[in-house]
């Protein structure tokens, strides 16, 4: 559960910043208060599902991307990690020969 809620940290991080909208300006389209936002950002506090509705309506997001993967990472960076990570696994199959 950890992992979700970090990611969606780093997702909101990244597409209000990618809009190039202040915490002020996302918690004025959200209508909560601007420190809702810096406590969730400072992982202080996680969003109610309502509110993350409302968040990735002001980014302009499916809820989804919030949770997904760090959005800061583009999809040639995913594959390369994966082919790394995959390839990984394949030779310690190897090499312990379980195959």
């Given at each position: ?66 949770f ?15 082919k ?16």
């Open positions: 559960m950890e992992k979700y809620k970090s990611d969606f940290i780093e997702n909101l991080l990244f597409y209000r910043t990618q809009k190039n909208m202040s915490q002020l300006e996302l918690s004025g389209i959200c209508d909560c208060a601007k420190s809702t936002i810096s406590s969730i950002e400072s992982k202080k506090n996680f969003p109610s599902f309502e509110l993350i509705l409302k968040i990735a309506y002001a980014l302009e997001i499916h809820p989804a991307d919030l997904l993967r760090d959005a800061s990472k583009s999809k040639e960076e995913i594959r390369t990690i994966l790394e990570k995959i390839t990984t696994d394949i030779n310690q199959i190897i090499d312990n020969n379980l195959i």
